[in-house]
């Protein structure tokens, strides 16, 4: 089974500076797909980030970079520069084939992060 | 990116009455569609996964006979709870995956969310 873990309930960061989300995963998959999603109040599910379990190189999107380790099985979001518009729930999720053959997405329980002014 | 809709955005009912909540892909094919349930500080809980043409799979603990999925069409799923209690009160969201044209689009597009509060 798929398991995605945040231990982070909350986070607090000072505007301009940076801030990693926490994020490991569980799975027997070889070949599996990483996802960052930004969740503000209103409820729409942003889509941040990508890191294929093949890739080599860390995913970067603007100030969104994924520091990927795949032999500890984590997958932390650094959030470089952060802004006041930043404040928000987020999840990392894992796509895995599920045996229904769908292409499923298992959340973590995710991460509020609070920037301070 | 390709754009899902939702609708209604909000809703409020009386226990007992059924709500149909809408999902539509506005500009490609949706082959798949997800429902998820969101309860207030919590993660998103797949519900069912629905092909286009075909039953929809649910996830254990979801009760088909409350929670009706139809997956008619490439642009457009609809989830009705039916007979709906306050415990049903919920943010219920959908995603989509298909093609555009050629193009295969994997990665899950989601629309903006459903609240509805059952009194």
């Known amino acids: 089974a798929q398991k995605i873990t945040q231990t982070q309930p909350g986070m607090f960061v000072q505007e301009k500076e940076a801030v990693t989300l926490d994020c490991t995963y569980d799975?027997?998959?070889?070949?599996?797909?990483l996802f960052w999603y930004k969740q503000p109040s209103s409820g729409e599910m942003i889509f941040l980030i990508y890191q294929g379990s093949y890739d080599e190189q860390n995913a970067t999107e603007g100030r969104y970079s994924l520091n990927f380790q795949k032999a500890r099985k984590s997958a932390n979001l650094v959030i470089s520069a952060s802004q006041l518009g930043d404040s928000a729930m987020y999840f990392c999720?894992?796509?895995?084939?599920?045996?229904?053959?769908?292409?499923?997405?298992?959340f973590g329980s995710g991460t509020q992060l609070t920037v301070l002014p | 990116g390709a754009v899902v809709s939702q609708h209604p955005s909000r809703v409020i009912c009386k226990s007992g009455t059924s709500v149909k909540i809408e999902c539509r892909s506005l500009d490609f094919q949706a082959t798949t569609m997800f429902w998820y349930r969101q309860f207030p500080k919590q993660s998103l809980m797949l519900m069912a996964t629905?092909?286009?043409?075909?039953?929809?799979?649910?996830e254990q603990g979801v009760e088909k006979d409350k929670f009706l999925i139809n997956h008619a069409s490439l642009t457009l799923s609809t989830l009705t709870v039916t007979s709906a209690h306050p415990e049903d009160s919920s943010f219920y969201i959908c995603?989509?995956?298909?093609?555009?044209?050629?193009?295969?689009?994997?990665?899950?597009?989601f629309g903006p969310g459903t609240r509805l509060t059952v009194l």
């Open positions: 999720a894992m796509r895995y084939i599920s045996s229904g053959s769908a292409r499923q997405l298992t």
């Open positions: 995603s989509a995956t298909g093609t555009s044209g050629s193009r295969r689009i994997d990665e899950q597009f």
């Open positions: 629905s092909n286009e043409g075909s039953k929809a799979t649910y």
């Open positions: 799975t027997s998959d070889q070949s599996y797909g």
